[in-house]
Nanobody, 120 residues
């Protein structure tokens, strides 16, 4: 199975930047995508971004409208780690951010989530 370890959340002022990390371990050979969803207080879980890859390279990325132009997802293949750089944060970005990894045939695995809080 794939295990995910998340880091990088915290408190930041509006306009600031945070970088989330999600390190995959275990049976990662069949993992082909990683990304993030987020869950704000009282709301459902919303897609943020995804990066798709082969063992040696990133093949594509995709973003929700809420992330376009402000967030950048990337991956270090050698470290089995995905990153989400979030710029120009606003209080509306306050949420728990959940990393996920998609693998065949295991399906989607979730991290425990990391809190991001943006103060006005």
């Amino acid at each position: 199975q794939v295990q995910l370890a998340e880091s990088g959340g915290g408190l930041v002022q509006a306009g600031g930047t945070l970088r989330l990390s999600c390190a995959a371990s275990g049976r990662t050979a069949s993992t082909f995508a990683m990304g993030w969803f987020r869950e704000a207080p009282g709301k459902g879980r919303d897609f943020v971004a995804i990066v798709r890859f082969t063992p040696n390279s990133v093949t594509s990325t995709a973003y929700a409208d809420l992330a376009k132009g402000r967030f950048t997802i990337s991956r270090d293949n050698s470290a089995n780690t995905a990153f989400l750089e979030m710029n120009n944060l606003t209080p509306e970005d306050t949420a728990i951010y959940y990393c996920f990894a998609d693998s065949n045939p295991e399906g989607r695995k979730w991290g425990r989530g990391t809190q991001v809080t943006v103060s006005a």
